[in-house]
Structure formats: C-alpha cells, structure tokens
C-alpha cells in the first residue's frame, strides 16, 4: 500500500464526514429537497439549508449567497459564463485572469471569447504569484471582470487576493475566486476580502467529489445565468435535484476544518519542514514558485536533469504527481510552470509532493529518503555522479 | 525480469565513459527530451559487450535494460536477430506509448550497423595487414 502524498490532487473523506453521509443516506432524508409537500423532502431541504448555513458561516457570506454545483470546475464555468451572459447585451465585455488559473477558468475564457468578448492573461511575477502590482500593471483599463485563484493547485503559491479584491472594488471590477485548493485550508472572509464570486470544491477538502458551491455577492453580482436549465433548483440559477447526502457531507467537511484549521495548518508545516530538511543533502534541485508566500500543503519540486515521470515510478512507496490532476492525463508541458518561465526540462523534471491532515512526519522523512534514493538511481543511470 | 526489475537493474550501466577500444551510438529525442546512449566493443572472441546511459520515462530504461541485458556476448549476427518488441509486451506498454520502443529499436540498429561497419573495416585492415605481409614474403 502506498503512502498517499498528493493532496492537491483530492483528499480522503474525514471519518466526521462518511459517518454524516451515511446517517443521511440511512434516514428519511432521502427525498427530493424541492419537494416540500411531504415530510420526506422537508427533511432533505432542512439538511440542504442547515449545510448552506455552515457553508456560508466558514467564508463569513450570508446562506442566501451559496449556490450548489457539482465542484469548483462547475462553479467557475458558472461564474465566468454564467456571469458573462447574464450581463452580455450584444457589446463585447473585457474579462481578465492570470495564465496561472486552472483549465476550468482558461476554457471558461475562451468560450466567452467565442462570443467576441476580449480576455487578456496576466503574467505572474518571477515567484508564480499574482501580487498586486502585477495585478495592475498588467490589468487592461477596460476590464469588467478579473478571476484569479487562490492557491495555485500545481505550486501553492497564494495570491494577494485580498489587496487585488480592494482594488478591484475600488475600480468597479466584479472580482472570481478560485479557492478549490485554500477553502478550508486558509482562512477566507469574502466581505474582508472583497470577493464577488468564489468557487468551492468539497472534495480538496476532506469531504466527498461530485458536490461544490458557487458564492454569489448578493449586492454587486446578485444573479448568473443558468448553464444548466430544467427544474430550476437554486432560485433558477442552476437546475438539477440537490444531492443531499454530499451537501451534508461538504458542510460537515467545512465545519471540521473550521474547527482544525490552525491545527492541520502547523502540522502541515511541520510535514513541508521535516520533508525539506532531510532532502536538503541532495543537490540539483529547487522549489518551483515563492517559498515565502506559499501554501505549505503544496511542494513543487523541479529536479532540472531528470524526467518526473521516472521519479515517481521509482517512488514507488509514495503516491505523487507531476503536476495538476486534471491535466495529468495528457502529456502537455504544464501552463502555470510555463508561465512561470520554466524550460521544458525544467517542467519535464517536476513533480508535485502534498501534504494533508492524515500525512504523518515519518511518512514525510521517510518519502524525503525514497525521493534521495531514486534521484541517485536516475542519474546513476545517466552517467552523472553523485 | 518484469518491468520494476529491468528499471532497478544497473548491472550494465557504463560506469566509466571512457571507452578508448569500442564505439558509442546516440540517440535523442529533440520533442521530450529522451536519450540512450549505447557504449559497444567486441571482445577478443568477437563477442559482444554493451554498456548503456539512458535518460527518459520508465519505460525507456525497463525497455533498455531488458534489451541491454540480452545484448551480452552475442555475435553480431545473433544481434541483427534481436527483437526490440517483446519487451514492450512483457512490461505491457501502453498502446498509446509506443515511442519508448520504437526509441530503443532505432538506438540498436545503429548499434548493429556500427559493428558492421567495424567488422568491414577489421576485414578491409585484416586484407592490407595480409597483403602487406605476402608482398615482404615475395
């Protein structure tokens, strides 16, 4: 059995969280939330709000604000869409975001662009991160709309999100978040920080795949349109019977890691600390991205004169990645490195190491260890000495 | 040998590069990045003995390994009979991933063509060398 190290990628279910599901799954609650003519789907709809309660209460945003989707992909097409169509008149907006978002904003963007609506990419800084300087020098003036992640999912470097959210407030720009990879993690205020629109994913967090959120400001945003019609669940803004049993589980997610936050945080740290300190006797290697301004859940490590793919064969204890999940599947060179000035070998030579709650520090030391092992093996291999 | 077995294995990997009485052959691969260098001589019995340096996906090094291995003391032609494809079924290569097999084929064709070349020029010397020696006896 492999020691799991890919976190970013998505996490286990919290035992909190399974033994919630499963009492939901196993009482009356199993009927259809909309229907509130009987007591079956009265009390679906009570676990459906009382979840939107706790939702709300971890982002500090009023219930009514929280719009259920299937995960943060759909949340951020529904925002960057849906917003787009509910507010295109026939003229082309302008949109902005950085070339370090995940494919669900990319894509998102380039469908708005279909439609003759002009996006312009931000560049970020030599560290991978969207700091406000960045952010400005680099904003077009026409912009209505700016999306810009949290954490970055394949680095972890955070982004100013509270200063680019001012900012934006300041200059009447409809600010998106994607917080998939710090919801639960980090704290996050969307009044303190500005935030018009935030996508939210359960599963990175502990709780089950397949259920997110969507936070719509109520007073500078209010509506998006629907990309998906039918029954016109969510105040008609996404149709689609609600799942309970996930919603309860996402909200029981976020209510843990409100509670273990501070907690999971330091011991994450100590994780990255232990993990850094053992590998640092091997050399030919660096961290992708700013150490400083980091997430520490989130290791990207480039081994310049290797190929990544090898390394976690030969990591065979431990299951890392390459780099996002999403894009795992295809062999094209990562974007976010790219953007970030890496050379193709550089990129060809990374791989992604996250921690999580359940990671222990021997796992850490131990995956430090195996990591030194297969580097040695590998450039053995080449020729190269130690 | 399995796949995790051939890409542990580093009985064969060149230790030193320096080889002043054979030939190497190179191939890269400008796209990913991959490359195999073979380090080849023939020994005094005219067998076969190859060393290798390969950068690359596990596939390469499992591949070259297997290959490398079945490479040893052979003569060159049991080498032309050398079957680069079933060490991509024994380690279950993906369909779409190919190229790691077709990489490592076209390294050991140059390789064999090499030996060719250098048993051509052996038996050209070995011809001047006999004919110098029957014009000093006549």
């Known amino acids: 059995m492999k020691t799991y190290l890919d976190f970013a ?139 810009c992640m949290h954490i970055n999912n394949e680095t972890g470097v955070v982004n100013e999100i509270k200063e680019i959210g001012k900012y934006c407030k300041k200059n009447e720009i409809i600010f998106h978040v994607d917080a998939a990879q710090s919801i639960g993690k980090i704290p996050i205020d969307v009044k303190e920080m500005c935030i018009d629109l935030m996508s939210m994913s359960a599963h990175k967090v502990y709780g089950p795949k397949g259920v997110g959120a969507l936070y719509i400001n109520k007073d500078s945003v209010g509506r998006v349109k629907s990309l998906i019609v039918g029954g016109g669940q969510e105040r008609g803004m996404r149709s689609g019977t609600l799942p309970t049993h996930q919603i309860a589980g996402m909200a029981s997610a976020y209510r843990v890691s409100k509670q273990r936050m501070h907690d999971d945080l330091e011991h994450i740290q100590q994780c990255r600390d232990a993990f850094l300190k053992k590998l640092s006797s091997l050399n030919g290697w660096k961290i992708n991205g700013s150490v400083e301004d980091a997430f520490p859940g989130i290791l990207s490590l480039c081994f310049h004169d290797l190929y990544s793919e090898s390394l976690i064969y030969a990591m065979e204890g431990f299951a890392i990645s390459r780099g996002s999940a999403c894009s795992s599947d295809h062999d094209e060179p990562s974007h976010v490195l790219k953007s970030m000035g890496l050379l193709d070998h550089e990129i060809n030579g990374t791989i992604r190491i996250s921690f999580g709650r359940t990671t222990s520090l021997h796992d850490t030391e131990s995956a430090a260890s195996e990591l030194i092992a297969a580097v040695t093996h590998l450039r053995n291999l080449k020729g190269d000495s130690q | 040998m399995n796949q995790r077995d051939a890409f542990y294995d580093n009985t064969h990997v060149m230790k030193d590069s320096r080889m002043s009485d054979g030939f190497t052959v190179e191939q890269t691969s400008k796209s990913n990045g991959m490359w195999l260098k073979l380090f080849s001589r023939l020994d005094p019995e005219g067998r076969t003995e190859v060393h290798y340096h390969v950068h690359g996906c596990p596939h390469l090094i499992a591949i070259t390994s297997m290959a490398i291995r079945d490479t040893q003391k052979k003569s060159i032609q049991e080498l032309e009979t050398l079957d680069i494809k079933k060490y991509a079924k024994i380690i279950d290569l993906p369909k779409n991933k190919k190229r790691p097999s077709f990489f490592v084929g076209r390294c050991f064709k140059r390789m064999y063509k090499a030996f060719q070349e250098g048993l051509i020029l052996w038996n050209f010397q070995l011809q001047i060398m006999r004919s110098k020696d029957l014009k000093q006896i006549f």
């Open chain 1, 9 to 147: 990628s998505t996490t286990p279910m919290a035992p909190e969280v399974i033994e919630e599901m499963h009492a939901v799954m196993s009482e009356d609650s199993f009927g259809n939330p909309s229907s509130l003519d009987h007591q079956f789907g009265i009390s679906a709809n009570n676990i459906v709000e009382q979840s939107r309660n706790e939702v709300a209460n971890l982002i500090n945003a009023n219930p009514e604000e929280i719009l259920w989707t299937s995960g943060a992909t759909e949340s951020n097409n529904l925002a960057i869409v849906g917003f787009h169509q509910f507010q295109y008149k026939g003229h082309p907006l302008r949109f902005t975001t950085s070339h370090l978002e995940h494919k669900s904003v990319i894509e998102s963007m380039r469908s708005i662009e279909e439609l003759e609506s002009k996006v312009s990419f931000i560049q970020p800084n030599k560290d991978g991160q969207i700091d406000l300087e960045t952010f400005t020098s680099q904003l077009n003036p026409d912009a209505i709309f700016a999306s």
